[in-house]
């Protein structure tokens, strides 16, 4: 049987705004209402940033416990991914921190690079140190990859026998300053990353803006999975705002069916990860 797709929704993000993006779902009880439709709507993975009380992009433990509280009543079933990306210039003590509430996976993000006009810095040794308190922790990393030297870095890792199998890599592509989402480069990327890892990595792609609609359609063809939601992409088409997170993934649950691609649901997301049975 064709292996389901798992679809991650990135409700939030860090570095847009309400006041840009009013239906951007920010208050715990609003990512929690996010959530549960994004759920409904065929994502098994919940990709979480969470905010302050003025809106703005916070890695604070309370703010996490929070939302993942919320979330946790209204869609019990999803799979809670935690940014320890945060936003650009955030120090890593604080991106580290809730890694402590101990959700089922995490984003490891494997270099550092330029993000529109600045820096997001992700250096060898804080890459180890994430790496190392998830394991700790038995929470699932899912390496964010934005630029093909990241996935050689990911490869040189697993080669130390540093970072073990199963490996989950999320491609990120289409970010100012990182490698943009252009067919011919994601072919490339594959092919790459099969000769590195082997035939048993799972891997998604999150295509940034424009580059969203094609690469998830990529993806489904390649039995590849997917992300989506507004922290990626705020439109639905060339100036058509996106309505929801729900929107969004609704659109990859269709474009699956006509590719006769079955969708995971989060029990079968756990199963194809392999994800560590929580008590
Ligand atoms: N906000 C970006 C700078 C992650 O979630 O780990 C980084 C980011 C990655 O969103
Ligand atoms: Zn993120």
Redesign the pocket.
């Known amino acids: 049987m064709t292996e389901p797709c798992i679809i991650t929704c990135?409700i939030t993000?860090?570095?847009l705004s309400k006041q840009k993006v009013p239906i951007l779902p920010i208050t715990p009880d609003e990512q929690a209402i996010a959530a549960e439709q994004a759920v409904a709507a065929g994502a098994s993975v919940i990709?979480l940033?969470v905010r302050d009380a003025e809106g703005g992009?916070s890695q604070s433990l309370e703010h996490f416990q929070e939302a993942m509280e919320k979330i946790k009543q209204r869609v019990p079933e999803a799979i809670i991914q935690m940014?320890?990306?945060?936003?650009?210039g955030e120090v890593m003590e604080k991106r580290m921190a809730p890694l402590s509430l101990k959700p089922e996976m995490a984003?490891?993000?494997m270099g550092s690079m330029n993000?529109g006009d600045e820096i997001?810095a992700n250096l060898p040794k804080d890459i180890l140190q994430f790496h190392d308190r998830m394991q700790e922790l038995k929470i699932r990393p899912e390496m964010?990859i934005y630029d093909i030297g990241m996935l050689e870095y990911a490869a040189k890792l697993l080669k130390k026998e540093i970072l073990k199998k199963p490996i989950h890599i999320q491609f990120?592509l289409g970010v100012p300053g990182g490698m943009s989402g252009d067919l011919r480069n994601f072919v490339h990327t594959l092919i790459l990353m099969e000769s590195h890892f082997g035939p048993d990595v799972h891997w998604s792609v999150a295509g940034v803006g424009r580059y969203q609609l094609t690469l998830a359609n990529y993806a489904l063809l390649l039995g590849g999975n997917v992300r989506v939601g507004l922290?990626d992409n705020i439109y639905y088409k060339k100036g058509q705002l996106a309505e929801s997170n729900a929107q969004l993934v609704s659109r990859v649950v269709r474009l699956a069916n006509e590719l006769d691609r079955p969708v995971a649901t989060p029990a079968q997301a756990r199963q194809i990860l392999a994800l560590p049975a929580r008590a």
């Open positions: 990135a993000g860090a570095e990709h940033h992009p940014s320890t990306g945060g936003a650009v984003s490891l993000n993000f997001f964010e990120v922290e």
